[in-house]
Structures are given as C-alpha cells and as structure tokens.
C-alpha cells in the first residue's frame, strides 16, 4: 500500500490545482491548493508537507523563486516544478536550486503520481 502523502499544489491555473487536487485526494494524499506563491508559502507555514507541486511561470513570484523560498522555511519538503514551457535549460536550473524533480505539461496522470510516490520515498 502506498504512503499517504501532504501535498500541496501551486499554479496560477484555476482548474489545474482542481484537477490536481481531485486526483491526489483520489490517490489517497492530504492536498491543499494555492493559485499564487504567496498563499503557497503560507499554507506551508501551517503544514507540514511532504511535496509541493509549483507552476514553474506564475505571475508576482515565478516557480523558481518559489522553490528557494521553500527550501528556506522546509528544507526537506520535496519540490516538483511544472511547465508547459520546459526547455532543458529551465529543468537544469529547477535540478540545480534544488527541486526533486522536473515534469513537462501536460503529463500522463500515472507519471505524476509515481514521482510523488518515489518523492515521499526520498523524502
């Protein structure tokens, strides 16, 4: 049986953290959605979370940005950067800041949730 996860998912994109979020709960995790850096940061102020899940192009505070901040205040919170706008080099800078792993939209439902599985493993 696999490890119920904490995670919480960032994008900018309404119905993306919708159906996110409705699939990981389908999955059996504990999710909780933000549609901006800010109000993510601040949901990982009360929770504990194994995996964040963030937009890599998001308005006011970008994906990146994103990552180190999370990485200051839950340094052992897995990070998952997604894009519809990947190129090598993005996914190079996301590895190299610290993100757990890289996913290019749009992604097959079964490929996202093995690396949250293999994340909360890590972690």
Do not use: C, W
């Amino acid at each position: 049986m696999k490890e119920k996860a904490r995670d919480v998912v960032i994008d900018d994109e309404v119905n993306a953290v919708a159906a996110l979020e409705t699939l990981l709960r389908e999955d059996g995790d504990e999710v909780a959605g933000a549609h901006d850096a800010r109000a993510g940061l601040a949901l990982l102020e009360r929770m504990d979370a194994d995996v964040v899940l963030t937009d890599l192009r998001m308005p006011g505070m970008d994906g990146l940005e994103l990552l180190a901040k999370v990485k200051e205040i839950r340094p052992e919170t897995m990070v998952i950067v997604m894009t519809a706008y990947g190129t090598i080099e993005s996914a190079v800078e996301a590895i190299r800041r610290g993100a757990y792993d890289y996913l290019a939209k749009p992604f097959q439902e079964d490929e996202l949730l093995l690396r949250i599985a293999k994340a909360v493993e890590r972690r």
